[in-house]
């Protein structure tokens, strides 16, 4: 009785131990719960602390020590990064990532995922939502029905939006909403981004705008629709502001840190614009509930609590998307949308080497590689139909000689070495 027990608790070990260890998610942040249920059919180990912030991240990553962190506001700091072990995947439930601390996850081997284009519709409608404000004041005009007072001389001031020109600011998912939208309103639409070509504005239907001066100068309406990077800090600056029309209208759905909030107060006063804002250069942390920014207090300035993302339908898709990145990481080990993949390497030459699909034969190359002091940047290993062999491509940061060479072809399993040049 007593040997057929430890034999059942033995072989009851070795199953558990054989076992694909549950991925272990912590969510930071609020989130679908839809989307909960949905992590924990892929067989995820969810720990959901949605009132965490960027004080006590670092301190639910060490007693969690979660594989994956899923926010959307709360910020990843370097100190909570470095706080984790386990850690090798954040995904931002949002298009944004500036809260996370990139540059130290990338050195600590985690990747940093998105969902880009989920929220679009959703801002892009906020967006609108701002435009109309800002041309009709109607929070201005709320605000006085409710003090009881009737102003329907001054409120039918209105210059009207139809026929004028809306020039936008980064055409990316939520640029092309907002486009869509102008073109309804009746309006002319411009565009300019980093990225943009002629060709690609005329087959959105839009303008092409070379530079943001020219923008500025064109435009009745501007909407700010940006990534916040350090190439677009205070791109909206005193030069733009300079070069606007009097009484032009600025939408900001993107981040505070993209304009130069000091020379936007100035052309209020100068040049009488109107802003619609979402977003501010100081914002107060998830947990405050209160607001500070001298901004909001300038006349003409309608302003939302950065809930530009904020719709069921939008949150919705997110929680969707998240899902996915986590269902194919899971499955694959692949990351879509993933933000900190190094753009270009140090790789100067391409090691490409067909072999027999056996145990040992890479690690043979590496050996060699590794003798010589040669790094790989990056590799693939291609199977062929049928399994029986392989071709790997294998970039480095050196030229391997010909003796080096020569001992990589006498493994009896590689059937072929070739190397070229990544710099020619």
Known sequence: MTSTSSAIDEA??????????????????????????SLKDLGCSIIFEPQLTADNLEAAVKQHDPDVIIVRSTKVTASALKAAASLSLIIRAGA??????????????????NCPGKNSVA????????????????????????????????????????????GIVGLGKIGQEVAVRGKAFGMIVVAWSRSLTQEKADSLGVGFCSNLINLAKMSDVVSINIASTPDTAKLIDEKFCGALKEGAYIINTSRGSVVDQGALTAAIKEKGIRLGLDVYANEPAATENTFADPIANEPGVYGTHHIGASTDQAQQAIADEVVRIVQLYVDSGEVPNCVNRALSTTATTLLTIRHLNKPGVLAHVFYTLGQASINVEEMENIIYDGAEAACARIQLDDLPDESEISAIRSNDNVLSVTVSSLTS
């Open 12 to 37: 009851s070990s070795i199953a558990k131990a054989d076992a694909p260890a549950k991925l272990s998610v912590l969510i930071a942040d609020k989130f679908k719960e839809s989307g909960l249920d």
């Open 96 to 113: 944004g990532y500036d809260t996370i601390d990139t540059k130290t996850a990338s050195s600590r081997g985690v990747f940093v995922a």
């Open 123 to 166: 801002v892009a409608e906020l967006t609108w939502a701002l435009i109309l404000s800002c041309d009709r004041r109607v929070p201005d005009q709320t605000i006085e029905l409710r003090a009881g007072k009737w102003s329907k001389k001054e409120y039918s001031k209105a210059a009207g939006l139809y026929g004028k020109t809306l």
